[in-house]
């Protein structure tokens, strides 16, 4: 079955930027939306950004101007630029793509921590 494999993640000091991304673990040939959440400790989880196939984007008001998603359907990979990082985006961010049949997968997290 496919999975997705998160990478970039780390710590990093305020102001400074990190570069997530979610491939799959094979080939995945239709994926409708794709998007990034994250999960705080004592927290829910939170959709952070989404981009549909044809490439419009939703944005947390949190993250709006500071993050950027992106997509490679050819690679199956999908990318969350993270710039100006605040203490408060420390989060386990996952990544999610969603099949044809609308069904979620998700990766298994990645640890982004803002700490001076």
């Known amino acids: 079955q496919v999975h997705l494999v998160e990478s970039g993640g780390g710590l990093v000091q305020p102001g400074g930027s990190l570069r997530l991304s979610c491939r799959a673990s094979r080939t995945f040939f239709f994926a409708n939306d794709m998007g990034w959440y994250r999960q705080a400790p004592g927290k829910e989880r939170e959709l952070v950004v989404s981009i549909t196939r044809s490439g419009i984007t939703h944005y947390a008001d949190s993250v709006k101007g500071r993050f950027t998603i992106s997509r490679d359907d050819a690679k199956s990979t999908a990318y969350l630029q993270m710039d100006s990082l605040k203490a408060e985006d420390t989060a386990v961010y996952y990544c999610?793509?969603?099949?044809?049949?609308?069904?979620?997968?998700w990766g298994e997290g990645t640890q982004v921590t803002v700490s001076s």
């Open positions: 999610n793509f969603k099949d044809q049949w609308w069904t979620d997968l």
